[in-house]
T-cell receptor
């Protein structure tokens, strides 16, 4: 148990489906992140939320839509995905203190959701 | 362009032996460098975080070194155990004034055999 819980662990969806990934952190952190990890490629930062506000969107296609209703929960809404979007999607959280650059803080990762788009 | 190159891509070692993983980066300016361990099918777990002023940091049998002048880091695993089989990822961050970007290495996959 890492303190960051992701559901579901595995998801298979068609290209016309709409699904959502959920992340919940029990660490009292105020920053949350979505990462994508494709086979044989480095981790890619997708979105950053700091105190529920999106502070970074790394040119992610609009078929990925994040939502952060509070500092403990983060969602990634998926629609009309492509097969190349199949990957491990990782959620992370960290404690971002004032004056500290958010991405310099130690991130704690969830187990990930293995997504397959067919 | 900021890059983080890790070598080797993969290695196999016998249980009880030592090994060293390399991370070379071009990120400049530089804020900190981290090593993560990622077991298959799980999220990464932080092993060490080093700022530019630190040149070594240990976490149990894991010892990371950093040479900010040559922009090189290494992760040394001592007396390897079967549970050390995992991917090891090097991550370098730029400071806030430089956009606070993270650059990830491609990882080194380590397999420890009995």
């Amino acid at each position: 148990e890492t303190g960051v819980t992701q559901t579901p662990r595995h998801l298979v969806m068609g290209m016309t489906n709409k699904k959502s990934l959920k992340c919940e952190q029990h660490l009292g952190h105020n920053a949350m992140y979505w990462y994508k990890q494709s086979a044989k490629k480095p981790l890619e930062l997708m979105f950053v939320y700091n105190f529920k506000e999106q502070t970074e969107n790394n040119s992610v296609p609009s078929r990925f839509s994040p939502e952060c209703p509070n500092s403990s929960h983060l969602f990634l809404h998926l629609h009309t995905l492509q097969p190349e979007d199949s990957a491990l999607y990782l959620c992370a959280s960290s404690q971002a203190n004032r004056g500290t650059a958010i991405l310099n803080t130690e991130a704690f990762f969830g187990q990930g959701t293995r997504l397959t788009v067919v | 362009k900021n890059q983080v190159e890790q070598s080797p891509q993969s290695l196999i070692i016998l249980e009880g032996k030592n090994c060293t993983l390399q991370c070379n980066y071009t990120v400049s300016p530089f804020s900190n460098l981290r090593w993560y361990k990622q077991d298959t099918g799980r999220g990464p777990v932080s092993l060490t975080i080093m700022t530019f002023s630190e040149n070594t940091k240990s976490n149990g049998r894991y010892t990371a070194t950093l040479d900010a002048d040559t922009k090189q880091s290494s992760l040394h695993i001592t007396a390897s155990q079967l549970s050390d089989s995992a991917s090891y990822i090097c991550v370098v961050s730029a400071p806030k004034a430089a956009g606070n970007k993270l650059t990830f290495g491609g990882g080194t996959r380590v397999l420890v055999k009995p």
